[in-house]
């Protein structure tokens, strides 16, 4: 059994904004606000000096042997000084405002603008600024930010940065400002500033080329081709003339061999309409085989927007999105923010296993999902399959689940093309589907599909 220990070192705490509320709310919150209140006073010198201290004071318990105890009043005592001074150093006046970004891809380093806005008549020296605790997958970028002087009237704005290496939402606590008081080992009464949520998106794979299979130009009620020239459509076939045909649609060839006027017939082309399916069901966890494939997917839908089809509908997690992304259609951001909360799906057992199933979830810090049957998930999809022109399966396993997906959509008269994310040999593979190893696609090498 594999462990998250950063994961775990944090599972008592809710990562939503509105769960960490509630918590602060209960007994156990009530208790430790006044804790974490003197705590966030104190500045690196101060919090140095306050273990400092802890040491001497355990050391100096032998009143009789030692003078330890001196040194612990001598440590002590400017903390006490300082806590004091802290009620003459209020931070009034001022303002904060956090700007961040609405999204930021895996790995990468989003930036977070602060901006203190001074709108009294007096200075304020050696402001510092307190970041937030951390998810378990961030860490700053930057050094802790200060500001040396904030004087009257002044608007200062700093940039530092953070970086998450889990996709999801995300939402940071307060951030605090406050002027250093004498001594320097504590910080005056301070504003705070919170920013708006935002989505830890996966990385767009690299894919290259992306070949579907051949379907049909016509779709009953579908989009016109935008991209077309003049007004080119596709030659349906030929039939006999009819008053009212145009004369330049004569097909003289034809009309030669038969004795008869023929003309050409024309068919509006229209946009091929894709579904995007991502299966996550495995029976073993892994996280580098999870997070390239919902790269490898974030980068199908890319490929696809790009292209002459439009997207219809994204199944993650079991849930239909139904989409209109493609061709100046949407945005793929829509996509994007859906793939950002995928999970692994892990089969939980009925009987004596499920409750070991459930332990192990509740240890690896994971939501448990229940899986779908296969016919459950293709009846909920067949509203959306009657105007589909193929669909694309990206799985992170291959199975009995998985080939009824792709022959239960085929026996609707749609083709599926199936990739699956996965490492090693693989004796099954065939023309409709295509395995790619995850090491290719986490350090972002081309993909071929």
């Not at 939503?16 to 156990?28: E, N």
């Not at 806005?117 to 970028?141: A, F, K, Q």
């Not at 999105?321 to 999970?343: F, K, M, N, Y």
């Amino acid at each position: 059994m594999s462990f998250n220990l950063a994961r775990l070192n944090h599972i008592f705490i809710p990562t939503t904004r509105s769960g960490r509320d509630r918590l602060r709310r209960t007994w156990a919150g009530s208790v430790g606000r006044p804790i974490a209140h003197l705590y966030f006073a104190l500045t690196d010198e101060g919090r140095a000096t306050f273990v400092f201290a802890l040491v001497a004071g355990f050391a100096g318990l032998d009143l009789n042997n030692s003078n330890n105890h001196l040194l612990w009043c001598a440590l002590f005592a400017p903390l006490v000084v300082g806590y004091g001074l802290r009620l003459f150093f209020p931070m009034r006046g001022v303002r904060m405002e956090v700007r961040g970004p609405d999204r930021v891809a895996v790995h990468r380093t989003a930036e977070i603008e602060l901006t203190l806005i001074n709108d009294s008549d007096r200075d304020y020296l050696n402001v510092r600024i307190e970041g937030p605790l951390l998810p378990w997958d961030g860490r700053w970028t930057t050094p802790r930010p200060a500001v040396p002087e904030l004087r009257a009237g002044e608007r200062r704005t700093i940039r530092i940065g953070v970086r998450f290496r889990q996709r999801g939402l995300h939402e940071l606590d307060a951030f605090r400002a406050a002027p250093v008081c004498p001594l320097g080992l504590t910080t005056g009464r301070g504003v705070e500033g919170v920013g708006a949520p935002f989505h830890v998106v996966p990385s767009l794979e690299n894919i290259v080329s992306l070949q579907l299979p051949a379907v049909h130009s016509y779709q009953r009620g579908g989009v016109a081709l935008a991209s077309k020239t003049g007004e080119s459509v596709e030659l349906l076939g030929l039939r006999p003339y009819r008053r009212g045909d145009r004369i330049r649609d004569l097909h003289s060839r034809s009309w030669a061999r038969v004795g008869v006027p023929v003309v050409r017939e024309y068919q509006q082309e229209y946009f091929s309409r894709v579904g995007v399916i991502l299966d996550t069901e495995s029976t073993r966890l892994d996280e580098r085989q999870l997070e390239a494939a919902v790269s490898l997917t974030a980068g199908v839908v890319a490929r696809l927007t790009r292209g002459e089809a439009l997207i219809d509908v994204l199944v993650t997690d079991g849930e239909i999105h139904p989409l209109t992304l493609g061709r100046g259609l949407g945005h793929l951001e829509q996509a994007i923010d859906h793939l950002s909360t995928v999970e692994l799906r892990r089969p939980v057992p009925e009987g004596r296993g499920r409750r070991r199933a459930l332990w192990r979830a509740r240890i690896e810090a994971r939501p448990v999902i229940e899986l779908e049957s296969t016919d459950r998930i293709l009846e909920r999809l067949a509203p959306y399959l009657d105007r589909l022109s193929c669909v694309v399966l990206v799985s992170i396993s291959w199975g009995d689940r998985q080939r009824a997906m792709v022959d239960g959509v085929g026996a609707r008269g749609i083709t599926c093309r199936a990739v699956t994310v996965a490492g090693g040999h693989d004796d099954s593979i065939s023309a409709d589907r295509v395995v790619i190893d995850p090491a290719v696609i986490l350090r972002g090498g081309e993909v071929h599909l």
